[in-house]
């Protein structure tokens, strides 16, 4: 099977989406100088020119990506090639109606825009397979050609009537028979009972709130339907280029997408990393996010994987968009590369001068490139060429998994429960951030994946947590690892169904507790304080501990007095419990407890606040992202890769500056 490496081959992927299609070929050969000036050596082609490509049934316009691939190859930049079938023209819609999506209340998603498709339109798939077949023929031995690049950002969900009979054949191979669809939905509840299968549809707006394990249901449906898109586009691809790796841009912590079904699909796993829309580029959550985003995509891939999209300055999406300020651009890059990106590409090359993101900044900016902004591409473009002995290196040192799982997300999603301030994202991005300020490097990982290689393994939000898991969890600990769960792990099984007792009894046994009475949810704002001195908000519980140890109680409120974190040993390992979410210094504070009980330090002891450090390879990646200087004391003598310098004991970094050190000879 074809892999990264077929496509970086020794060099770290620089480079970004390059829409010639938009400009006249005058600028063409500006663009192609330009980007050797910057070091580019790849560029994703293609991925919205279905309408040029194919500017009426059936016809074929490919002249002109005949000249930009060759041109292209002529100077030795690479090309990702984009299958067009996001962006379908507005002649099928017009034509195939039933090709466009509906919306929950049966209402057409027009075009117009992008991403107007319905995964079970037969007539999508067919169009999109004849466009994709005929781009793989012509291209497929391309010597430019180092990637396909399948669609773009998946994630499109559809309620019609074609989508109606597609998940009702999914249901059919998952439950066998209709008894089993009812007994796992809990149809008795509210008059649900299905008699036959054509009366089962996706939940479409309905008076009052639907059925969650058919929303739950769906929520898989919807992933795996576009995964058959995805996997016939793939296979097209592959028959006429298997020495041609595979991938599609997935959107990082998106709930649309069971990423980790996805990734087992892909030769390449790569991502679009911009900061959550909450996150402005000054925010000190911004490098948090950066950093998840690439710890999630690293272990999807299980090694290196690929920045397909990340924005040179600003983006167009918020209310207010700042451009980026000096050195965040190189910083947040180098993070990726630190994290396990063979690449560092963008959306897009060019500056569109119309359309939607006219005003989204581009590798070359409508300043042109005399602009300060090109300026620090093309020094990002020299810094990546220091750094291409570490393509295909792996990232050391993660004995810590953060546990992430689609299904957890979606169940917590729901309508209904206890807490509407509950957000899994967040949680997880809390939980995360609190091993990432410590600099305790970590993966992140599926519950029923395999866990041998960690001795830590983080819960911060599983409200749902099937059979294998719990078991796979149970083993985990009895062979001597160390689990920490948050709160309400384990509720439900599988179907969303709520457990015997509120808890599962193997993570009851597992934890020591004998009973979960009641959950207390607090409201938003409110904090409690526990007895360690900490506080903590979002959630409490009423607990009663069997054998655990309670390491903090709460201190105040109706539940003062009983236990907020506990502790049990059991077989070689320690379980943690964790009623309530601790503020995020004193989460940090209690994972880095438990952490080092079970062995696991930070990647370098001692340094100081705001600076990040990872390990790839036989480098060292230090990046400060506060804007003052600090000095970092080093274990043994290094050599910066960017800068040449030596460092015998102690390394100064200027604010937003960064060192790739390796051992100096
Ligand atoms: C990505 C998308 C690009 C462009 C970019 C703007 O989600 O793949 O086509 O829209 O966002 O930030
Ligand atoms: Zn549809």
């Given at each position: 099977?074809?892999?990264?490496?077929?496509?970086?081959?020794?060099?770290?992927?620089?480079?970004?989406?390059?829409?010639?299609?938009?400009?006249?070929?005058?600028?063409?050969?500006?663009?192609?100088?330009?980007?050797?000036?910057?070091?580019?050596?790849?560029?994703?082609?293609?991925?919205?020119?279905?309408?040029?490509?194919?500017?009426?049934?059936?016809?074929?316009?490919?002249?002109?990506?005949?000249?930009?691939?060759?041109?292209?190859?002529?100077?030795?930049?690479?090309?990702?090639?984009?299958?067009?079938?996001?962006?379908?023209?507005?002649?099928?819609?017009?034509?195939?109606?039933?090709?466009?999506?509906?919306?929950?209340?049966?209402?057409?998603?027009?075009?117009?825009?992008?991403?107007?498709?319905?995964?079970?339109?037969?007539?999508?798939?067919?169009?999109?397979?004849?466009?994709?077949?005929?781009?793989?023929?012509?291209?497929?031995?391309?010597?430019?050609?180092?990637?396909?690049?399948?669609?773009?950002?998946?994630?499109?969900?559809?309620?019609?009537?074609?989508?109606?009979?597609?998940?009702?054949?999914?249901?059919?191979?998952?439950?066998?028979?209709?008894?089993?669809?009812?007994?796992?939905?809990?149809?008795?509840?509210?008059?649900?009972?299905?008699?036959?299968?054509?009366?089962?549809?996706?939940?479409?707006?309905?008076?009052?709130?639907?059925?969650?394990?058919?929303?739950?249901?769906?929520?898989?449906?919807?992933?795996?339907?576009?995964?058959?898109?995805?996997?016939?586009?793939?296979?097209?691809?592959?028959?006429?280029?298997?020495?041609?790796?595979?991938?599609?841009?997935?959107?990082?912590?998106?709930?649309?997408?069971?990423?980790?079904?996805?990734?087992?699909?892909?030769?390449?796993?790569?991502?679009?990393?911009?900061?959550?829309?909450?996150?402005?580029?000054?925010?000190?959550?911004?490098?948090?996010?950066?950093?998840?985003?690439?710890?999630?995509?690293?272990?999807?891939?299980?090694?290196?994987?690929?920045?397909?999209?990340?924005?040179?300055?600003?983006?167009?999406?918020?209310?207010?968009?700042?451009?980026?300020?000096?050195?965040?651009?190189?910083?947040?890059?180098?993070?990726?590369?630190?994290?396990?990106?063979?690449?560092?590409?963008?959306?897009?090359?060019?500056?569109?001068?119309?359309?939607?993101?006219?005003?989204?900044?581009?590798?070359?900016?409508?300043?042109?490139?005399?602009?300060?902004?090109?300026?620090?591409?093309?020094?990002?473009?020299?810094?990546?060429?220091?750094?291409?002995?570490?393509?295909?290196?792996?990232?050391?040192?993660?004995?810590?998994?953060?546990?992430?799982?689609?299904s957890a997300w979606w169940a917590s999603q729901q309508p209904?429960?206890?807490s509407s301030l509950v957000d899994y994202r967040r949680l997880?991005?809390?939980?995360?951030?609190?091993?990432?300020?410590?600099?305790?490097?970590?993966?992140?990982?599926?519950?029923?994946?395999?866990?041998?290689?960690?001795?830590?393994?983080?819960?911060?939000?599983?409200?749902?947590?099937?059979?294998?898991?719990?078991?796979?969890?149970?083993?985990?600990?009895?062979?001597?690892?160390?689990?920490?769960?948050?709160?309400?792990?384990?509720?439900?099984?599988?179907?969303?169904?709520?457990?015997?007792?509120?808890?599962?009894?193997?993570?009851?046994?597992?934890?020591?507790?004998?009973?979960?009475?009641?959950?207390?949810?607090?409201?938003?704002?409110?904090?409690?304080?526990?007895?360690?001195?900490?506080?903590?908000?979002?959630?409490?519980?009423?607990?009663?501990?069997?054998?655990?140890?309670?390491?903090?109680?709460?201190?105040?409120?109706?539940?003062?007095?009983?236990?907020?974190?506990?502790?049990?040993?059991?077989?070689?390992?320690?379980?943690?419990?964790?009623?309530?979410?601790?503020?995020?210094?004193?989460?940090?504070?209690?994972?880095?407890?438990?952490?080092?009980?079970?062995?696991?330090?930070?990647?370098?002891?001692?340094?100081?606040?705001?600076?990040?450090?990872?390990?790839?390879?036989?480098?060292?990646?230090?990046?400060?992202?506060?804007?003052?200087?600090?000095?970092?004391?080093?274990?043994?003598?290094?050599?910066?890769?960017?800068?040449?310098?030596?460092?015998?004991?102690?390394?100064?970094?200027?604010?937003?500056?960064?060192?790739?050190?390796?051992?100096?000879?």
């Amino acid at each position: 099977m074809p892999a990264l490496s077929d496509a970086t081959r020794g060099r770290l992927l620089f480079g970004g989406d390059y829409n010639p299609e938009q400009w006249p070929e005058s600028v063409w050969r500006q663009d192609i100088r330009l980007m050797r000036e910057a070091g580019v050596n790849v560029v994703t082609v293609g991925v919205f020119s279905w309408a040029t490509l194919e500017p009426r049934p059936g016809a074929r316009d490919f002249g002109w990506l005949d000249r930009v691939l060759d041109g292209l190859g002529e100077a030795g930049i690479g090309v990702c090639l984009a299958t067009p079938t996001a962006s379908p023209p507005p002649w099928l819609g017009a034509r195939h109606p039933e090709t466009l999506p509906r919306d929950e209340h049966g209402s057409v998603v027009w075009y117009g825009s992008r991403n107007q498709f319905c995964a079970s339109s037969p007539v999508y798939r067919a169009h999109a397979a004849r466009i994709t077949t005929d781009l793989a023929r012509r291209y497929g031995d391309h010597e430019a050609l180092r990637l396909w690049h399948i669609n773009n950002e998946y994630g499109t969900a559809c309620w019609c009537d074609e989508t109606a009979a597609h998940f009702r054949r999914w249901l059919r191979a998952r439950y066998g028979d209709l008894d089993a669809l009812n007994t796992a939905w809990g149809t008795a509840f509210w008059s649900q009972r299905y008699d036959a299968w054509d009366e089962i549809i996706p939940p479409r707006r309905a008076q009052y709130l639907v059925n969650p394990t058919q929303a739950l249901d769906f929520r898989r449906f919807t992933s795996d339907a576009l995964l058959e898109c995805f996997v016939a586009e793939r296979d097209i691809v592959a028959a006429h280029s298997p020495e041609i790796p595979v991938t599609t841009n997935q959107m990082p912590l998106f709930a649309g997408l069971d990423g980790w079904r996805w990734a087992a699909e892909q030769d390449v796993v790569s991502v679009d990393c911009y900061p959550d829309p909450a996150v402005d580029w000054r925010d000190p959550e911004g490098p948090a996010h950066g950093a998840l985003v690439a710890d999630l995509t690293r272990s999807q891939a299980r090694g290196p994987w690929l920045l397909m999209e990340q924005a040179a300055s600003a983006v167009n999406f918020r209310a207010v968009n700042a451009p980026k300020p000096p050195g965040v651009l190189r910083q947040w890059s180098l993070q990726a590369v630190a994290r396990g990106s063979d690449g560092v590409c963008f959306f897009q090359w060019r500056a569109s001068r119309q359309g939607s993101e006219k005003y989204h900044s581009a590798m070359l900016p409508h300043a042109g490139p005399a602009s300060r902004g090109f300026a620090r591409v093309r020094e990002l473009g020299a810094d990546l060429a220091r750094l291409a002995g570490l393509v295909g290196e792996p990232v050391r040192g993660a004995r810590i998994a953060v546990l992430h799982d689609w299904s957890a997300w979606w169940a917590s999603q729901q309508p209904g429960r206890p807490s509407s301030l509950v957000d899994y994202r967040r949680l997880l991005a809390g939980w995360h951030h609190a091993l990432w300020r410590r600099n305790l490097t970590c993966d992140l990982a599926h519950p029923e994946a395999d866990l041998g290689g960690y001795r830590m393994v983080v819960a911060p939000h599983l409200p749902l947590l099937g059979d294998t898991a719990l078991a796979h969890l149970v083993d985990f600990v009895h062979g001597g690892g160390t689990l920490v769960c948050g709160f309400a792990t384990g509720v439900t099984d599988a179907d969303d169904r709520v457990r015997p007792g509120g808890l599962a009894p193997e993570l009851r046994a597992l934890l020591g507790l004998s009973t979960v009475h009641e959950w207390w949810p607090l409201p938003a704002g409110a904090t409690l304080a526990l007895d360690d001195g900490t506080r903590a908000e979002l959630w409490s519980e009423d607990v009663e501990v069997a054998d655990a140890e309670p390491l903090a109680r709460y201190a105040e409120g109706e539940l003062a007095g009983r236990p907020a974190v506990t502790r049990s040993r059991r077989g070689a390992g320690t379980a943690w419990y964790l009623t309530t979410l601790p503020q995020p210094e004193a989460l940090a504070a209690l994972l880095a407890r438990a952490a080092e009980a079970a062995g696991v330090g930070p990647v370098l002891p001692g340094l100081p606040e705001g600076v990040e450090a990872v390990r790839r390879g036989p480098a060292l990646f230090l990046l400060n992202h506060t804007t003052e200087p600090v000095t970092v004391p080093l274990p043994s003598p290094r050599t910066d890769l960017l800068t040449g310098r030596a460092h015998p004991r102690e390394l100064t970094l200027a604010g937003r500056g960064a060192a790739v050190l390796t051992p100096t000879e």
